[in-house]
C-alpha cells in the first residue's frame, strides 16, 4: 500500500519539481495515506445507523409536537430521591471524590440485602454485585464479558434495540425469536399477554454454540410480563443447554392489572448462570442519574468486574449514594400502601388507561400492555386506508407513518420495526410505541392534537 501510494502522490507532483516540491510531496503522502486507511473498527459495521437521532430531530424540527417516543418521565421524581440527591451533592465532601470501582458500599449492601430477600439468595456486597454507568453500561459490560467470537445469543422480539448491536460488537451472532399475538375475538382490544413464545421454535434457537438468552420482562416494547410457565420453559431450556441468562428487569417495579413480576434467578438452578439487571433510573424516575446494577453469581460477575476496571472503573459517587439512600427508604416502606413501588404503578396504570383511551378515538388499537412505559398500538387500518405513504420504496411502513404523524398530526412515536430483526420487520410494521410515563399536562397536550386529528376525520 505504502508503494502504491508513494507512486500516485509522484505522479500528482511531477509538476512540482523544483518548486520547493517536497512539502508537496510529504503533505500528499501524508493525506493520500490517511485517506485510505480504514477508520472504523469492523465491529461497527452495519450498527451506526440510531433511529432514535433521526426520529427526535425531525420531531424537533416540526413546531409544537408533543413527543411520547422517548422513554423518560416529564414529571419530578419522588421527593425523598430530590433529597437524597441534594444530601449528597451538598453533605460529605468526600462524595465528590473516587468511590470503591464496582459500587459505593452502601449501595452495594442495600442492593444485596433488598434484592436477596427477592431472589432467595445470600447475596454478598463485594462478590454478587457491580454498579454501571446506568442498566444499559450493564449490558455492555455483560456481552463483552461473556460474548465471544462466533457465540449465538438468542434474542427475544421486540427487543430493546441495543441487543442486537451490543452483541455484534462482542463478535457474537444474534439468533432472533419471535413473540406472537394470540387470535382474540373481534372488537375486543389485544393484550400484551397474548403474544407468546412456541416452545417448539424456542427449543430450535438452541444449539451448541448458544452462549446466552436475553430475556426483557417486563418487555420494551411490548409491555409482556412473562408468566412463571413461560420462564420455566426457558430456564429449562438454558440448563439443557449450559447457556447464560442475561435478564433485563429495569421495569419491574411498573407493573399493572395484578400480574406478577418473577425474577428467572429465583427459579431453581438459575441463580448460578443468571446475570440480573437493574435500573435506578426506571425504579426511581431519575434516567438522567445513569446508575445501573448487575446481580449474579461470582464465577460469572468476576469477567464483568475486569471489563469494568478497564473501561469506566467508577460511577458516579454522588448518584449512587442518593438511590442507596432511596432504597434504604423503600425498604423500610416496601410492601406498605406508603411504598414507592406500590403508589407509582397505581398513578402510572391511570396515565395508561388515559392514553389507551385516547389513542381509541382517532382509531389506533392499542395492545394493553401489563407492565412498562410502553404501549405498543396497532396502525392496520391506516395502513389499508393509505398504504402508499411517503418513503423510501423499502422503508417499513411504521416508519413512514411515524413520520407522516410527526409533520402532519404533531405527535411522536417510535416504529416498532425499529425493535426487530431486518429479516422480520415485515410482520411487524404496522404498530408503532408510546410512552405513556408522561406529565398531565403532556397527555392534556397529547389529547388536544388527537381531538383535532378526530375531528379531521369526521365526513
Not at 500500500?1 to 517536497?22: D, E, Q, W
Not at 416540526?62 to 441534594?86: C, K, R, T, Y
Not at 446466552?212 to 411490548?222: K, Q
Not at 442518593?322 to 416502606?333: D, I, T, Y
Amino acid at each position: 500500500m505504502f508503494r502504491n501510494a508513494t507512486a500516485i502522490c509522484l505522479h500528482l507532483v511531477g509538476p512540482l519539481r523544483g518548486k520547493k516540491s517536497g512539502a508537496s510531496l510529504t503533505r500528499c503522502l501524508h493525506q493520500t495515506l490517511t485517506m485510505a486507511k480504514r477508520l472504523q473498527a469492523r465491529r461497527l459495521d452495519g450498527i451506526d445507523h440510531n433511529p432514535w437521532v433521526e426520529f427526535v430531530k425531525l420531531a424537533s424540527e416540526e413546531a409544537d409536537v408533543v413527543n411520547l417516543g422517548q422513554g423518560f418521565p416529564d414529571f419530578s421524581p419522588p421527593e425523598f430521591a430530590v433529597e437524597a440527591f441534594q444530601h449528597a451533592v451538598s453533605g460529605d465532601f468526600m462524595l465528590n471524590q473516587y468511590t470503591k470501582a464496582f459500587g459505593y458500599p452502601p449501595l452495594t449492601k442495600i442492593l444485596a440485602s433488598f434484592f436477596g430477600k427477592l431472589l432467595g439468595q445470600e447475596i454478598d456486597p463485594l462478590k454478587n454485585v457491580l454498579v454501571t454507568v446506568g442498566a444499559y453500561g450493564a449490558l455492555f459490560t455483560a456481552f463483552q464479558a461473556l460474548v465471544d467470537e462466533g457465540d449465538e445469543v438468542i434474542i427475544v422480539e421486540p427487543f430493546f434495540d441495543c441487543y442486537e448491536p451490543m452483541t455484534l460488537m462482542a463478535g457474537g451472532r444474534p439468533v432472533f425469536v419471535s413473540l406472537k399475538p394470540s387470535p382474540i375475538q373481534k372488537g375486543e382490544p389485544d393484550s400484551s399477554s397474548n403474544w407468546q413464545l412456541d416452545p417448539t421454535e424456542l427449543a430450535s434457537k438452541f444449539t451448541s454454540r448458544t452462549k446466552a438468552f436475553i430475556l426483557n420482562t417486563p418487555n420494551n416494547p411490548l409491555g409482556k410480563v412473562f408468566s412463571r410457565e413461560e420462564l420455566e420453559l426457558v430456564a429449562s431450556l438454558c440448563q439443557q443447554h449450559d447457556v447464560v441468562c442475561i435478564t433485563d428487569e429495569v421495569y419491574q417495579w411498573l407493573v399493572f392489572d395484578g400480574f406478577q413480576h418473577i425474577s428467572i434467578a429465583s427459579l431453581p438452578g438459575m441463580w448460578e448462570r443468571t446475570l440480573t439487571i437493574g435500573s435506578a433510573g426506571k425504579t426511581f424516575s431519575v434516567t438522567g442519574w445513569k446508575v445501573g446494577w448487575v446481580l449474579g453469581p461470582d464465577r460469572l460477575m468476576k469477567h464483568l468486574r475486569t471489563v469494568h476496571q478497564n473501561s469506566i472503573y467508577h460511577c458516579a459517587t454522588q448518584c449512587q449514594a442518593a438511590v442507596a439512600q432511596s432504597f434504604e427508604r423503600e425498604q423500610l416502606h416496601f410492601g406498605q400502601p406508603s411504598s414507592y413501588f406500590v403508589q407509582f404503578p397505581q398513578y402510572i396504570q391511570r396515565c395508561r388507561d388515559h392514553m389507551i383511551q385516547s389513542l381509541q378515538s382517532v382509531g389506533l388499537r392499542p395492545v394493553i400492555p401489563q407492565a412498562s412505559y410502553f404501549l405498543i398500538t396497532d396502525i392496520s387500518d391506516f395502513k389499508n386506508k393509505m398504504p402508499d405513504l411517503p418513503g423510501a420504496a423499502d422503508e417499513p411502513y411504521d416508519r413512514r407513518f411515524v413520520k407522516w404523524m410527526i409533520k402532519n398530526k404533531g405527535l411522536m412515536a417510535i416504529p416498532v420495526s425499529t425493535f426487530v430483526s431486518v429479516p422480520h420487520q415485515k410482520f411487524f410494521d404496522h404498530y408503532i410505541r408510546f410512552c405513556f410515563v408522561k406529565d398531565e399536562s403532556t397527555l392534556r397536550a397529547m389529547d388536544q392534537k388527537l381531538k383535532k386529528w378526530k375531528a379531521e376525520l369526521m365526513p
